[in-house]
């Protein structure tokens, strides 16, 4: 007999699948034999990787061999939505339940637990476990000194503190110890921030701010001063980048909220966020008229969705400034209302401008803590740069989402052209663009990637021409291809589903980004020009 539990996440797509086979040996004395229990997590930029040896051990006769699944595997796209759930479907007494009481730290997916909670779990089981490993190797010092290496391998060093690495999670034991060899050859470096850090960071653990970053920003700073900003100048140096000290007021220019001549710009920002919050006077109180109830009660379950791993979007009055944003743009823009999706596109401003009064960390600061009139700016300037981004692609969220069609399709035949062997092995496994590559679209790969890298790839993409709504498609493609030899690996129809919908980009940084976004220019030089290169 075959039993099958599905477990996931409370992120969406997020599922581990177990198997139990249980074998009877008699008809007259029925015998269950060992269960073996198979688990395969799921990781990505919106889900922190199990730590490998935390996951349960099996006796050494009845260990599974993660090499060798022979797990029934989903024949169709159908097949597979069948037996998953997403994220986004929640039934009534889920929404009630969702929004009442929140659920014990206990009883909640080990992704969501918080980030404290994990690593003092992690800091304890290990310490007993690398004492105890200590206490019966009475071998030598250097081979102490090997078993000690092994493993802290994924133990890194901040500020003379030892903080515990997630950065890798594995579908099979052989890739976990191929990783702790790599690890071993590899000199101690601070750790990168998790998918919960919101801060610049490169990959390789150093700061931001070199010698070269000093100069850039110098002079991001006298093009700002000058009293007509050259807009071209200043998207000419935001294309690799914007220093954070600048990037609010830049983002503001780049975006058309903000005028280039200097003198205008306190007016005008005056103006603007007198207006918006005109808007909450006059239609913010209809949330509750039968006509508008059911958009706000949508809003108000996906406000809670909204990066649930960073603290700064669980505060109360971060949520009610994000639920007034989305109203408000859902009934100025009857055309498409709101959609699920749109929540994400305001935080990366709502980060960006609230870093201009914070010199902490962003994503644990108290946003109360600040003067109610910059409460209000961060809230009114977030409010108008999304709607200046969603003018540019708001044919992604009207009716039947013709914009995502025609994008998912044209990535569709980009990749045909650019890597024939990834194109025939979705055909070959029947995987649909759709399936993981509409989210693509419709979150602007914000479900992808750490907020750090959206914020970075957003500096791009403010800079490039027709950033959000045509050089996406092109950052889509390379993105696609940078797990080319992850895809291949994969030689069934759900690991393809659930690597392409979770891959692991949790420890990306700006390194990692810049060349992204080179290879992405690449492809856009080679076939934006020529559209009929998409086609043989």
Same mark, same amino acid.
């Given at each position: 007999?075959?039993?099958?539990?599905?477990?996931?996440?409370?992120?969406?797509?997020?599922?581990?699948?177990?198997?139990?086979?249980?074998?009877?040996?008699?008809?007259?004395?029925?015998?269950?034999?060992?269960?073996?229990?198979?688990?395969?997590?799921?990781?990505?930029?919106?889900?922190?990787?199990?730590?490998?040896?935390?996951?349960?051990?099996?006796?050494?006769?009845?260990?599974?061999?993660?090499?060798?699944?022979?797990?029934?595997?989903?024949?169709?796209?159908?097949?597979?939505?069948?037996?998953?759930?997403?994220?986004?479907?929640?039934?009534? #007494?889920?929404?009630?339940?969702?929004?009442?009481?929140?659920?014990?730290?206990?009883?909640?997916?080990?992704?969501?637990?918080?980030?404290?909670?994990?690593?003092?779990?992690?800091?304890?089981?290990?310490?007993?476990?690398?004492?105890?490993?200590?206490?019966?190797?009475?071998?030598?010092?250097?081979?102490?000194?090997?078993?000690?290496?092994?493993?802290?391998?994924?133990?890194?060093?901040?500020?003379?503190?030892?903080?515990?690495?997630?950065?890798?999670?594995?579908?099979?034991?052989?890739?976990?110890?191929?990783?702790?060899?790599?690890?071993?050859?590899?000199?101690?470096?601070?750790?990168?921030?998790?998918?919960?850090?919101?801060?610049?960071?490169?990959?390789?653990? @150093?700061?931001?701010?070199?010698?070269?970053?000093?100069?850039?920003?110098?002079?991001?700073?006298?093009?700002?001063?000058?009293?007509?900003?050259?807009?071209?100048?200043?998207?000419?140096?935001?294309?690799?980048?914007?220093?954070?000290?600048?990037?609010?007021?830049?983002?503001?220019?780049?975006?058309?909220?903000?005028?280039?001549?200097?003198?205008?710009?306190?007016?005008?920002?005056?103006?603007?966020?007198?207006?918006?919050?005109?808007?909450?006077?006059?239609?913010?109180?209809?949330?509750?008229?039968?006509?508008?109830?059911?958009?706000?009660?949508?809003?108000?379950?996906?406000?809670?969705?909204?990066?649930?791993?960073?603290?700064?979007?669980?505060?109360?009055?971060?949520?009610?400034?994000?639920?007034?944003?989305?109203?408000?743009?859902?009934?100025?823009?009857?055309?498409?209302?709101?959609?699920?999706?749109?929540?994400?596109?305001?935080?990366?401003?709502?980060?960006?401008?609230?870093?201009?009064?914070?010199?902490?960390?962003?994503?644990?600061?108290?946003?109360?803590?600040?003067?109610?009139?910059?409460?209000?700016?961060?809230?009114?300037?977030?409010?108008?740069?999304?709607?200046?981004?969603?003018?540019?692609?708001?044919?992604?969220?009207?009716?039947?989402?013709?914009?995502?069609?025609?994008?998912?399709?044209?990535?569709?035949?980009?990749?045909?052209?650019?890597?024939?062997?990834?194109?025939?092995?979705?055909?070959?496994?029947?995987?649909?663009?759709?399936?993981?590559?509409?989210?693509?679209?419709?979150?602007?790969?914000?479900? #992808?990637?750490?907020?750090?890298?959206?914020?970075?790839?957003?500096?791009?993409?403010? @800079? #490039?021409?027709?950033?959000?709504?045509?050089?996406?498609?092109?950052?889509?493609?390379?993105?696609?291809?940078?797990?080319?030899?992850?895809?291949?690996?994969?030689?069934?129809?759900?690991?393809?589903?659930?690597?392409?919908?979770?891959?692991?980009?949790?420890?990306?940084?700006?390194?990692?980004?810049?060349?992204?976004?080179?290879? @992405?220019?690449?492809?856009?030089?080679?076939? @934006?020009?020529?559209?009929?290169?998409?086609?043989?």
């Amino acid at each position: 007999m075959v039993f099958v539990l599905k477990t996931f996440t409370f992120a969406h797509l997020s599922d581990a699948f177990i198997q139990n086979d249980s074998q009877v040996k008699d008809s007259s004395k029925a015998t269950v034999q060992w269960e073996t229990v198979i688990v395969q997590p799921v990781y990505g930029a919106q889900h922190p990787p199990l730590d490998p040896r935390l996951r349960r051990t099996y006796p050494k006769d009845t260990k599974p061999k993660f090499n060798n699944l022979k797990s029934k595997k989903a024949s169709s796209f159908h097949e597979f939505a069948r037996s998953t759930n997403d994220a986004w479907d929640i039934d009534d #007494e889920e929404d009630e339940d969702f929004l009442g009481t929140p659920a014990p730290a206990s009883s909640l997916p080990s992704g969501l637990q918080s980030a404290s909670t994990q690593n003092q779990q992690q800091e304890a089981g290990d310490t007993d476990s690398r004492s105890s490993h200590r206490r019966a190797s009475p071998s030598s010092d250097a081979q102490n000194l090997q078993d000690v290496q092994e493993e802290d391998a994924d133990c890194e060093l901040v500020n003379g503190k030892v903080v515990k690495s997630n950065s890798e999670a594995h579908l099979n034991s052989s890739s976990v110890h191929s990783t702790l060899q790599k690890q071993q050859s590899l000199p101690v470096r601070p750790i990168i921030p998790l998918v919960a850090r919101i801060s610049d960071q490169n990959a390789s653990g @150093a700061p931001p701010m070199t010698v070269r970053e000093k100069s850039r920003l110098d002079k991001f700073k006298q093009l700002l001063a000058s009293p007509n900003t050259d807009l071209e100048e200043l998207r000419k140096h935001s294309w690799s980048g914007i220093p954070r000290e600048v990037r609010p007021i830049t983002w503001r220019l780049l975006s058309g909220y903000l005028p280039a001549n200097k003198e205008r710009r306190e007016l005008v920002l005056k103006r603007k966020r007198e207006e918006y919050f005109g808007f909450i006077e006059q239609y913010y109180h209809s949330r509750t008229d039968e006509h508008y109830k059911d958009t706000y009660r949508q809003i108000h379950i996906d406000i809670p969705r909204t990066n649930p791993l960073i603290p700064l979007f669980q505060q109360p009055v971060v949520q009610e400034v994000f639920e007034r944003i989305l109203f408000i743009w859902a009934i100025r823009h009857p055309a498409s209302g709101y959609v699920q999706g749109i929540n994400d596109l305001v935080t990366p401003f709502f980060v960006v401008f609230l870093s201009e009064f914070v010199t902490e960390d962003v994503e644990n600061f108290e946003v109360a803590a600040l003067p109610l009139d910059t409460q209000r700016n961060i809230e009114a300037d977030s409010f108008w740069c999304m709607s200046k981004l969603l003018d540019g692609i708001q044919d992604n969220y009207t009716f039947a989402q013709p914009g995502i069609q025609n994008k998912v399709k044209a990535l569709e035949e980009l990749v045909s052209r650019i890597d024939e062997d990834i194109h025939n092995h979705f055909k070959k496994y029947e995987v649909e663009y759709l399936q993981f590559a509409f989210r693509w679209m419709n979150n602007l790969l914000m479900r #992808e990637l750490p907020l750090r890298c959206t914020i970075r790839l957003w500096d791009t993409y403010q @800079a #490039e021409a027709e950033g959000f709504s045509h050089f996406h498609l092109y950052v889509c493609a390379a993105f696609l291809i940078e797990w080319r030899k992850e895809i291949l690996s994969m030689v069934d129809f759900q690991g393809l589903l659930m690597l392409l919908q979770n891959v692991p980009t949790i420890h990306w940084g700006n390194e990692e980004v810049g060349l992204l976004l080179a290879e @992405a220019y690449r492809l856009k030089y080679m076939f @934006a020009d020529a559209p009929s290169h998409y086609k043989r």
